[in-house]
């Protein structure tokens, strides 16, 4: 039986994968007037005197809003908010696993953008942040702008931020594995949907100079027609030799492929046409753009998969966690720049010098030590740029 198979047998067991339990006991009336009325009138009256009480007396500072429209969920596509519950489950889980973080999923019925950020904003004063997941691009990109300007919270897109962060932490050690760096290397990211537009984006405030971007049309040039907002902004900032073509075209003499597309899209002779050494992150789930032992006998000296059955396995959970935690604990305004590089640095230090293989970038995906470095990274940057409120 494949993992799948199995998954919808435990799903059907499991009837969710999160429940609400109580941090008070109501066993007599004392402890039902403490909990409830009469008592329950005081706090909210401090609340009333004090908003910034919401985050003392609830558990409002704990407590974060995984959010779907159900448009981009997985590889699946456009499936629905009901049908992207599971998903939202299992973040929420992996929140309260990974590092403390009581998260709730919430699935909504709209695909304006509009409408989503009013509901969302709507809502808002329930939560410590707001966690955007699968919402579809260029969309996601809108919301999340909208929902910033509006919120006193984190507002935080994985798909977009997630991936750029991990993605980022696992190609600052491939570089030290292949001696090579960041300001002189040639990358090209295959996918300019939202993790692909996050991920150029980061690795350009870590000081990339060398960028082309591929989507479905080809490369991506200032001045194509087929580009949305996002992918026209980038435009400016990428491909500054103005070169044509496919990904073929662009592959040739790179350093580095990043790939947030297609299955089975690159091939060997792809590959061979690279520079020396170079390094694969190919992220399409559940089939890569290419195949780890394909690119490696191609080349690759470094290769990272979407894939926990493959080393250098590029996951979310890795940051979002320990980002969320941080955020709450300093009790942040929103989730900036900075805290976003600290992040993909204190990832990667956590394999040290000692231990960097080819096949080992990143720490695992069920290191306990992440999240508490996560969050203490973030803490810093937030204090840092005084956007910290406690």
């Known amino acids: 039986m494949d993992i799948r198979q199995r998954s919808l047998e435990e799903h059907y067991k499991w009837k969710g994968k999160i429940e609400v339990i109580s941090r008070v006991q109501i066993n007599t009336r004392d402890d039902l ?5 009469p008592g329950v009138a005081e706090p909210c009256l401090e609340i009333q005197k004090d908003y910034n009480k919401s985050f003392e007396l609830t558990r409002r500072s704990n407590l974060v809003a995984v959010i779907t429209d159900g448009t981009a969920v997985l590889g699946l596509g456009d499936i629905g908010p009901e049908a992207g519950m599971p998903v939202m489950e299992g973040k929420c889980a992996l929140f309260k696993e990974f590092a403390g973080v009581d998260a709730f999923p919430i699935c909504m019925r709209t695909k304006n953008v509009d409408e989503l950020v009013r509901s969302i904003y ?70 300019a949907g939202s993790a692909g537009i996050a991920i150029a984006k980061h690795l350009l405030n870590l000081g990339l ?27 400016k900032l990428s491909n500054l030799t103005h070169q044509n073509g496919f990904l073929a075209d662009a592959m040739k003499d790179s350093d580095v492929f990043i790939g947030v597309s297609a299955p089975g ?17 190919a992220m399409a789930n559940p089939t890569p753009e290419i195949m780890p032992d394909i ?46 590089v600290a992040t993909s640095y204190a990832i990667a230090n956590l394999v040290s010098d ?19 470095v ?5 803490i810093n940057a937030a204090h840092a740029t005084r956007i910290a409120r406690i």
């Open 209 to 235: 100079k060398n960028l082309t971007m591929v989507d479905r049309f080809g490369i991506i040039c200032d001045g194509m027609k087929e580009l949305n907002p996002a992918q026209a902004d980038l435009a």
């Open 265 to 281: 899209i690159v091939n060997a002779d792809m590959i061979k046409s690279m520079a020396s050494d170079p390094i694969i992150f």
């Open 354 to 372: 000692k231990e960097l293989t080819a096949d080992y970038i990143l720490p695992d995906a069920l290191d306990k030590r992440i999240g508490k």
């Open 295 to 340: 690119a490696k006998a191609a080349g690759a000296r470094v290769v990272g998969t979407g894939r926990s059955d493959f080393p250098n396995q590029i996951n979310n959970v890795l940051a979002f966690p320990g980002i969320f935690r941080g955020a709450l604990d300093c009790r942040a305004t929103t989730i900036n720049e900075e805290m976003k």
């Open 33 to 37: 007037s403490l909990a409830y009325t």
């Open 122 to 191: 709507l809502i808002s004063g329930s939560f410590g942040g707001i966690n955007l997941e699968d919402i579809s691009a260029p969309r996601c990109f809108e919301v999340e702008q909208k929902l910033k300007e509006l919120c006193d919270i984190p507002v935080f897109h994985d798909d977009q931020h997630g991936t750029a962060i991990v993605v980022a932490a696992a190609l600052i050690n491939a570089l030290k594995i292949v001696k090579k760096d960041m300001g002189t290397v040639k990358i090209v990211i295959n996918g």
């Open 374 to 378: 996560v969050a203490q990274a973030v």
